[in-house]
């Protein structure tokens, strides 16, 4: 599993000339370290003295980022694991008719799924900026701008996670699931941007 590598053994392997783990997983990693870091906000808040009116939030808010950072590191290798099995259905037969409608079909299912992952990704990271506002407005302010290292990272992991959800719908002939997608691509992405910058134009304002 890629989650269990060390960070340099994480990054030889992306090096490498293996496709995975790919930008789809790096971007589930992204979300993962965006996730972190907001719970270090938080933890950097609790106990605190001058932010005693804000410890049951920052303990929420604790719970909450943990929780996303777990799903997104499940993420990470959901994302290759996809690649993989979209590769093994190219890989099939199609020497008589039947075998080439089965390996379509396989081909088919395999891209919806790889498409979904990152849509996931993509979905959740959005949510968490919300969390990274939160935190950034009622954090410790010593560690303001981890926050908003990680709203940053956030958005990078949406973008990313688009990207690789577009690329796979490219190859998918389901038209109406095509739209639907995209529809949806289009809108998180321009949330993340918009989200990101809320956040940066506040902070122009403080440093």
Same mark, same amino acid.
């Given at each position: 599993?890629?989650?269990?590598? @060390?960070?340099?053994?994480?990054?030889?392997?992306?090096?490498?000339?293996?496709?995975?783990?790919?930008?789809?997983?790096?971007?589930?990693?992204?979300?993962?370290?965006?996730?972190?870091?907001?719970?270090?906000?938080?933890?950097?808040?609790?106990?605190?003295?001058?932010?005693?009116?804000?410890?049951a939030?920052?303990? !929420?808010?604790?719970?909450?980022?943990?929780n996303?950072?777990?799903?997104?590191?499940?993420?990470?290798?959901?994302? @290759?694991?996809?690649?993989?099995?979209?590769?093994?259905?190219?890989?099939?037969?199609?020497?008589?008719?039947?075998?080439k409608?089965?390996?379509?079909?396989?081909?088919?299912?395999?891209? !919806?799924?790889?498409?979904?992952?990152?849509?996931?990704?993509?979905?959740?990271?959005?949510?968490?900026?919300?969390?990274?506002?939160?935190? @950034?407005?009622?954090?410790n302010?010593?560690?303001?701008?981890?926050?908003?290292?990680?709203?940053?990272t956030?958005?990078?992991?949406?973008?990313?996670?688009?990207?690789?959800? !577009?690329?796979?719908?490219?190859?998918? !002939?389901?038209?109406?699931?095509?739209?639907?997608?995209?529809?949806?691509?289009?809108?998180?992405?321009?949330?993340?941007?918009?989200?990101?910058?809320?956040?940066?134009?506040?902070m122009s304002?403080?440093?």
């Open positions: 599993m890629l989650v269990n590598l @060390s960070v340099k053994e994480f990054l030889a392997k992306t090096a490498g000339n293996d496709p995975v783990p790919g930008g789809g997983s790096i971007a589930a990693l992204n979300a993962a370290i965006a996730s972190a870091l907001t719970e270090m906000v938080a933890n950097l808040t609790i106990g605190k003295k001058k932010y005693e009116d804000k410890e939030l920052m303990k !929420k808010i604790v719970g909450i980022a943990n996303y950072q777990v799903s997104f590191i499940k993420d990470i290798d959901s994302d @290759s694991d996809a690649y993989n099995t979209v590769f093994n259905a190219f890989r099939l037969p199609k020497e008589t008719e039947e075998e409608a089965e390996r379509s079909g396989q081909i088919q299912a395999a891209t !919806k799924i790889a498409a979904e992952i990152p849509m996931e990704v993509a979905r959740k990271a959005v949510d968490i900026m919300d969390i990274i506002e939160q935190v @950034s407005e009622n954090g302010q010593n560690a303001i701008t981890d926050a908003c290292v990680a709203m940053m956030a958005r990078t992991a949406v973008l990313g996670a688009i990207l690789n959800v !577009k690329i796979n719908l490219s190859s998918i !002939k389901d038209i109406e699931y095509v739209a639907l997608m995209r529809q949806e691509a289009n809108y998180l992405e321009s949330e993340a941007i918009a989200k990101e910058q809320k956040l940066l134009c506040k304002k403080i440093l």
